[in-house]
């Protein structure tokens, strides 16, 4: 194998008009990745690092799923690309894998584009035996993803969309909300999606005193663990989301600072998640 073979793309769909997956040949990732972790990638030489998280990867195959959102020059830049097309550099699997050990029943949110990192651990818990209840929000139809696969490792799948127009309307706290009244027993509810998102889930789910993991990614930049970026506050706790996590115990994120913190980055190029949703 050439090196410029190296990673490949061996399959390449849009999910959604500003959602694309791609699926890469990387045989050394694929061995080692697990749920939560990132990898960083560059579309050629001269190109911006971005971090995108594992969606998927298979160990036989040898190949890892990236789903990203076109947001801007470097993520147009890689949906330019085409199946048989190589990335430059594709490193990983980076971060702390999202923990899933002993969970028995599990409540998984994601929100729009967050979804591309909630099913790989949805996926897993679903592998090791766990109850999985899936809540999957989205502002219209035309923006739900991955709605078979989660399906296919969830106990109860439930769709939200801002509008009405698929699933049932209203928000994924409303959702979460009614299966907690319902009486379900939740070990931990994991959510990842927008950062306001975050923050209602994990009000919610204080109330009644369910251990609750967030997923942090949408606030990394570069992933590198140099820009500072991703800096926030956990427990009081300075920590680096791309270093430290990106998971992170909902309960103690102070997610006032780190959304006044990220709308400084608004001028920059997003690559993620907050502009997915709500
Ligand atoms: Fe740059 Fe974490 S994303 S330091």
Request: hydrophobic residues 40%; proline residues 4%.
């Amino acid at each position: 194998e050439e090196w410029w073979d190296m990673y490949k793309i061996v399959k390449k769909k849009s999910l959604n008009p500003t959602v694309s997956f791609m699926e890469i040949d990387a045989p050394f990732i694929a061995k080692k990745a697990e749920p939560g972790q990132f990898i960083i990638l560059r579309v050629d030489e001269n190109g911006e690092r971005i971090p995108l998280t594992i969606a998927d990867f298979d160990r036989e195959k040898g190949t890892v799923t990236i789903i990203y959102q076109i947001v801007g020059a470097t993520t147009k830049k890689l949906d330019s690309l085409n199946e048989g097309d190589s990335l430059q550099d594709f490193v990983g699997p980076l971060g702390v894998p999202s923990h899933t050990e002993g969970l028995k029943r599990v409540a998984v949110i994601g929100g729009g584009v967050g979804c591309a990192i909630a099913y790989p651990i949805a996926k897993k818990l679903h592998q090791s035996n766990a109850v999985v209840h899936s809540v999957v929000g989205f502002r219209t139809k035309d923006l739900v993803i991955l709605e078979d696969e989660f399906a296919a490792v969830s106990d109860e799948l439930i769709i939200k969309t801002d509008d009405g127009t698929y699933g049932t309307k209203g928000l994924v706290t409303d959702a979460l909300k009614q299966l907690i009244e319902r009486g379900e027993q939740y070990d931990e509810v994991i959510a990842i999606g927008p950062l306001v998102m975050m923050k209602f889930v994990a009000r919610l789910t204080k109330e009644y005193g369910i251990k609750t993991t967030v997923s942090m990614n949408p606030i990394m930049i570069d992933g590198t663990g140099m820009c500072g970026g991703c800096r926030l506050t956990v427990g009081g706790e300075t920590k680096f989301a791309c270093v430290d996590g990106p998971d992170f115990d909902g309960h103690l994120v102070d997610f006032d600072e780190a959304m006044e913190r990220s709308s400084m980055y608004r001028d920059f190029e997003k690559h993620h998640y907050e502009a997915a949703c709500h």
